[in-house]
């Protein structure tokens, strides 16, 4: 039996540990455009929308890990730039914003389009990000979608193999260009998982 269940959204005291497990998992991806850590922790924190993410939280009640989700209506991670240049001032949010701009994915009829999975140091390799993504597979079918997609980049590798051993095929990957620079990885690899209907 899993010593942690997966909830619905996150609670409120959990908001912060919540950023902090989202951007140990991305600063590698992001960190030379939104650090430093407790601006980027920062924003986080007040952007993050937990009505649009899973949770998995030990017996003592310890958030382990996030996972996120985009839809039509919202995000995770979403902010607007209002919320960037609140957190990195008029110049720092506008720069920052177009910059990340570039990542972003659109969603597609029937797919679930993830929006990040992260699982603190010391749950990981136990079971935390498996049961993460079957918890959001589980809701994509419940809301009548017929796949899950992702994005992983190619310095994680790690994350891959989780991915395609829960079923996950490469369908495109994606350059950076002269980008690579910044973002610190050269290709995002987009997979995807078709669901079997209820």
């Avoid at 597609?108 to 992260?118: R, S, T």
């Avoid at 590798?157 to 350059?175: C, K, M, N, Q, S």
């Amino acid at each position: 039996m899993a010593d942690f269940s997966i909830h619905n959204g996150f609670a409120p005291s959990h908001r912060a540990t919540a950023a902090a497990l989202y951007w140990d998992a991305f600063k590698g991806k992001l960190g030379k455009i939104m650090g430093p850590d407790t601006r980027a922790c920062g924003f986080f924190e007040a952007t993050m929308n937990p009505d649009y993410a899973l949770s998995a939280v030990d017996r003592d009640g310890t958030l382990l890990g996030i996972a996120g989700f985009k839809t039509s209506e919202g995000s995770l991670t979403g902010g607007s730039l209002r919320d960037m240049t609140r957190a990195y001032g008029w110049i720092g949010g506008t720069w920052r914003g177009l910059i990340l701009s570039t990542l972003e994915r659109e969603i597609q009829p029937g797919i679930l389009l993830m929006d990040g999975i992260c699982v603190g140091a010391a749950a990981r390799g136990k079971g935390v990000g498996t049961a993460l993504l079957s918890a959001i597979k589980s809701h994509a079918r419940q809301s009548g979608l017929s796949a899950v997609r992702l994005d992983v980049i190619d310095s994680n590798p790690r994350a891959r193999a989780l991915y395609e051993r829960e079923g996950f095929v490469a369908i495109d990957t994606t350059h950076t260009g002269p980008l690579r620079h910044i973002f610190g990885f050269r290709q995002a690899t987009a997979m995807q998982c078709a669901l079997d209907r209820p």
